[in-house]
């Protein structure tokens, strides 16, 4: 059985072994950076720091063997005045000459500056061995902090931001840096990245202001702006599919796609509801090709204290009472819940 639940300082070599299959700003690979954001998380979890400061990392666990298998991340707000979240604006700008009688739309790109953003996901892996499996481990870790928001609604924005991953030439060599960003910095992708995370202040004052006509790059950099990598199609898929559109907006170090809902309308954010816990003493194994049966992601409350948070992904046949959601007892321990505990749940 697999549990996702708040990830803990002891944790560190687990999550710095995931680590390695994404190396980003927001789950690089280096062991004392993450060191920081599991103390960072910590924290968050006891809300020792204020509701928009906190940045929550949740680690899919498999109960049986301690393993950790998965990961994902919240920024409760990316975007403020210390570190604004910046971006490229992707504009169409029309030109005509009478004289030539010649009509041109070229695309651009615009920085823009965000001082008071949205939250965002990210810090998304699964461990490639984990991936296809029967219990829908991807879903489970992706869209279970739907519903941690959902639970703590006051503590996070009206807006989601996603920031997906582009093609790459090679693994963290792009080709957008390439022709832009390093022209400008006389930095490589992987110095630039690691050091937006703390300081922006170089791309205002080294990144042109004006408009960039993407004309000018080689065709292979054009067609790869604002696409999504083939490594993170599934995990756009997903979003697509809970309300997410692209924003017309790409990173500024790589062109990778910006993709954004409004929180309310998140499917999995609509459809999440609170139920109490019964024990179902007859609960047997239900299958997605039967009647009314649905996979469901199921959080804890636990008296709306974030660090005892706990979720699971089950297959459930539910009848008309949506007050109460009948589990097993396999399922309540995993959970850490008892009969008449709340719980949250959203079909998936």
């Excluded at 062991?31 to 809300?47: C, H, P, Q």
């Excluded at 604004?84 to 920085?111: G, K, M, W």
């Excluded at 090679?170 to 022209?183: A, D, I, M, N, Y």
Aim: proline share 4%; with cysteine.
């Amino acid at each position: 059985m697999f549990v996702v639940r708040p990830s803990q300082v002891e944790d560190i070599t687990k999550v710095h072994r995931l680590a390695q299959h994404l190396n980003t700003v927001n789950l690089p690979k280096d062991y004392d950076r993450i060191v920081d954001i599991l103390e960072t998380s910590r924290k968050a979890f006891m809300e020792e720091e204020e509701p928009l400061k906190r940045m929550y990392c949740f680690v899919l666990e498999e109960i049986e063997t301690g393993h950790i298998v998965g990961v994902s991340m919240i920024y409760a707000q990316h975007g403020t005045r210390q570190l604004p979240h910046i971006a490229f604006e992707v504009l169409e700008e029309e030109r005509y000459s009478t004289t030539l009688d010649t009509y041109i739309r070229n695309q651009c790109l615009r920085l823009r500056y965000d001082y008071d953003g949205p939250t965002e996901i990210g810090g998304l892996v699964l461990d490639p061995q984990y991936r296809g499996n029967k219990q829908a481990l991807g879903k489970l870790i992706c869209l279970v902090r739907f519903v941690f928001i959902a639970i703590y609604r006051q503590c996070f924005r009206d807006r989601v931001l996603a920031e997906l991953l582009p093609p790459f030439e090679e693994p963290r060599v792009s080709r957008f840096w390439k022709h832009l960003g390093k022209q400008f910095t006389q930095m490589t992708y992987d110095e630039a990245d690691a050091l937006s995370a703390e300081n922006k202040e170089f791309i205002r004052a080294l990144f042109p202001q004006g408009l960039i006509y993407v004309c000018l790059f080689p065709t292979e950099v054009q067609e790869e702006i604002g696409q999504v990598g083939e490594s993170v199609l599934g995990v756009q898929h997903m979003l697509a599919k809970t309300g997410f559109t692209y924003a017309k907006q790409v990173d500024p170090f790589d062109g990778g796609p910006h993709y954004t809902a409004i929180t309310n309308d998140i499917t999995t954010i609509k459809s999440c509801q609170k139920a109490v816990v019964t024990l179902d003493e007859h609960t047997k194994e239900v299958h997605l090709e039967e009647k009314d049966a649905k996979r469901y992601i199921v959080g804890t409350e636990n008296d709306k204290k974030p660090q005892y948070f706990r979720a699971t992904s089950l297959i459930l046949s539910k009848n008309d009472d949506d007050t109460t959601l009948p589990l097993s007892a396999d399922i309540m321990k995993a959970l850490d819940v008892t009969s008449g505990d709340v719980v949250w749940y959203a079909s998936v």
